[in-house]
């Protein structure tokens, strides 16, 4: 019984820990702090210690990132770009520096401290000297390649300045920020020209660099600090903080909080003295990071899958500041989610003013037991997203009413209800315009339909005036009709048209995430769209032949019959082929290197498992749950099941990582 509690709440948190992933990394667009997001994946930490049993490989502990959009070109590492493990306190810190002493004796003499930026990873590639390449973090191993609006930042140089001396090749990796005063300034203009605002710098360099078009890219006032280097052949350096001294003279920008300390209370003077000047910075941090200093003795430590042993992120104390709940609202979401809301008395943390946070759902209300007019302590950690902490109850001077989720949708009326086995509670109506706003601007977003200069703003403004009341009616926008909206004129209004038409032939995966339907990300999208050819046919599939698929269990294929079933969604889709939504089809996976081989996977991968998936399914071959006389290959990592005698008594041929990246050209993914 335990056991069954404990991976209900194990897998719970992994489909949360994945979306707020998913939003983070490819989206830019998080829901909760810092600190929040911390305590869930800790939380995760501790069960998957409590049940080694339950561990999966592609559990978000298992994994750096997440994995890059189809819209960039995959770029592999040399060398995984990993994570850091955390440390939150200074007894955890200590831990740390307690293995080190103990692995390494009194040989550890020094450890780097450098300011932890709340940027973009990205990975530079230069052979003899000159950039080749350059890549976000992604999953670790293969992330998404932006060389062109890499090129566009100026403290990035084309070429190592100095004497020549220059590795064959050298992976450097850095961050890439947007600082405070150069943040200020971007949302200025961009409030000027009537555009959405960014939340904060770390989400503006993040959508900045992730740009299709360099043009935009060069617009925005990007900065790149390095702090680490990848591969390097033939090896050049002994020490970290010989590297980032040679980093400076080859033209990057290395942060100049960074030091060496030979103790540890050198290490934990550091992290007070970070803290005393950490407003003070032009640049966000949100912690500070230790690094060994030798690389001989990181070595010795070695890593783990997710993070390295000779490293560790000590995040600040989360900002905390006490304010009042003035009411508590019900927001509507894209799928019709009512989430509560805290209307807060204004109070400024950090740097910003916080007035609204999320209270997430009514379990986590009646846990923290919040009321409207309670005393609360609200943090803020590392961006702007607040989170409320607790209620201050000894402070209530008079009886509080407790919040009751309203019975009907404040956006249109219709009935609110509860599913069995949920915790969130759901619009029924069928054209609730809260929920129409959340649809379209997912519609248009990067991963969907790609439409730029669809924000926030305008979609509201369509909606209000009922210019749009589904996604077919962008594809009848007039320009007079759009010109005479506020803040956007003619140019403008050319421009999103423009945007709207380049959208009208998107690939049929992007189509179908665009729809919106529940459970269907990306990754999904496209593969459906590989094996349904139109949305006709995919319209037209029946439960047993999405459940065939691998990846696509009952919960999410009842989803996608349900989603084609409803009336109103089929006349969506006849109005959007009336509107000329013509998608092209994926692209075929033809003469790849597994063409027609089935491959099935079994054991512990260093790499995630997903993306394992991927390069099978691009080099033309199909993943498989089960081991059957027509397996071409099983790849087998640690701990691997039965699933190999059952290969070894069929005669399938069982192979490791390594020959699977042989056999698919890429032994340096």
């Known amino acids: 019984m335990a056991s069954s ?3 209900h709440e194990i897998q719970a948190l992994r489909d949360e820990i994945a979306e707020h992933n998913r939003r983070y990394y490819l989206l830019d667009a998080p829901l909760i702090s810092d600190a929040e997001y911390d305590r869930l994946l800790r939380r995760l930490e501790e ?95 293969t992330g998404e390649e932006v060389t062109a609006n890499v090129k566009t930042i100026k403290s990035i140089p084309l070429r190592l300045a100095g004497d020549d001396r220059y590795p064959d090749t050298i992976e450097i990796r850095g961050e890439v920020v947007i600082t405070k005063s150069d943040f200020a300034g971007l949302n200025e203009r961009r409030d000027e020209e009537g555009m959405s605002v960014f939340a904060n710098p770390r989400n503006a360099a993040a959508g900045s660099l992730r740009q299709l078009d360099s043009r935009i890219t060069a617009r925005r006032p990007l900065e790149c600090f390095v702090h680490s280097v990848g591969a390097c052949e033939p090896p050049m350096f002994e020490r970290q903080s010989e590297f980032l001294a040679q980093a400076g003279r080859w033209g990057f920008r290395v942060h100049p909080s960074v030091r060496t300390v030979k103790t540890p209370e050198g290490v934990r003077q550091a992290y007070r003295d970070l803290v005393e000047i950490r407003d003070r910075l032009d640049v966000d941090i949100d912690g500070m990071v230790v690094k060994v200093d030798s690389f001989a003795d990181q070595r010795r430590l070695g890593e783990l899958s997710r993070s390295p042993r000779w490293a560790i992120a000590y995040k600040f104390k989360p900002r905390q500041a006490e304010t009042k709940i003035e009411r508590i609202v019900a927001s509507v979401g894209r799928l019709g989610t009512i989430t509560p809301v805290a209307e807060l008395e204004p109070v400024k943390l950090g740097g910003v003013v916080i007035s609204n946070a999320s209270l997430h759902n009514m379990d986590e209300i009646a846990r923290k ?18 989170y409320v902490v ?24 219709a009935n609110v209800v509860r599913l069995e086995g949920e915790v969130a509670y759901r619009c029924t109506g069928r054209s609730c315009p809260a929920q129409l706003k959340e649809t379209l601007r997912h519609f248009a977003s990067k991963n969907a339909m790609d439409i730029d200069g669809l ?127 013509r998608p092209a089809p994926e692209a075929p996976r033809q003469g790849g290197a597994l063409e027609g081989k089935t491959l099935v996977l079994t054991g512990k991968l260093s790499m995630a498992r997903n993306h394992v998936k991927d390069m099978i399914h691009e080099a033309g071959g199909n993943v498989a749950s089960a081991v059957s006389g027509k397996t071409d290959y099983v790849v087998a990592g640690e701990a691997a099941s039965s699933k190999l005698k059952k290969a070894g008594d069929l005669g399938v041929p069982i192979i490791d990582e390594r020959k699977l990246l042989a056999l698919l050209g890429r032994e340096s993914a």
């Open 5 to 7: 509690k404990a991976a």
């Open 47 to 141: 069960l998957e210690k409590a049940h080694p049993g339950l561990v999966r490989a592609d559990s978000p502990t298992q994994r750096p990132g997440a994995p890059p959009l189809a819209s960039f070109a995959p770029s592999s590492h040399l060398r995984p770009m990993l994570s850091l493990a955390n440390a939150f306190d200074d007894g955890e810190l200590d831990e740390f520096l307690q293995r080190v002493g103990k692995t390494l004796g009194s040989e550890c003499r020094a450890f780097v401290i450098e300011p932890k930026l709340d940027g973009v990873a990205v990975n530079l590639l230069y052979t003899t000297g000159k950039l080749q390449s350059a890549a976000t973090r992604g999953d670790g191993t």
């Open 369 to 386: 037991d919040l009321r409207a007019g309670d005393a609360v302590i609200v943090e803020r950690a590392g961006d702007v997203i607040p």
């Open 390 to 413: 607790r209620s201050l109850p000894e402070k209530r001077v008079r009886r509080l009413r407790r919040f009751k989720m309203p019975s009907s949708c404040p956006a249109c009326g």
């Open 455 to 581: 924000g926030e703003k305008l979609v509201a403004a369509l909606v209000t005036t009922g210019m749009v009341h589904n996604f077919a009616d962008l594809y009848r926008l007039k320009l007079e009709d759009l010109a005479a909206l506020d803040r956007m004129g003619d140019k403008s209004a050319a421009n999103l048209l423009e945007a709207i038409e380049a959208s009208r032939g998107r690939p049929l995966g992007r189509l179908i995430n665009a729809l919106g339907i529940r459970h269907v990300g990306e990754t999904v999208a496209r593969r459906l769209a590989t094996r349904f050819p139109s949305l006709e046919e995919l319209a037209s599939a029946r439960v047993e032949e999405l459940t065939a698929m691998d990846g696509i269990g009952p919960e999410l294929a009842s989803s996608i019959t349900a989603f084609f079933s409803d009336p109103s969604n089929r006349r969506l889709l006849t109005a959007l082929r009336e509107a000329g939504i």
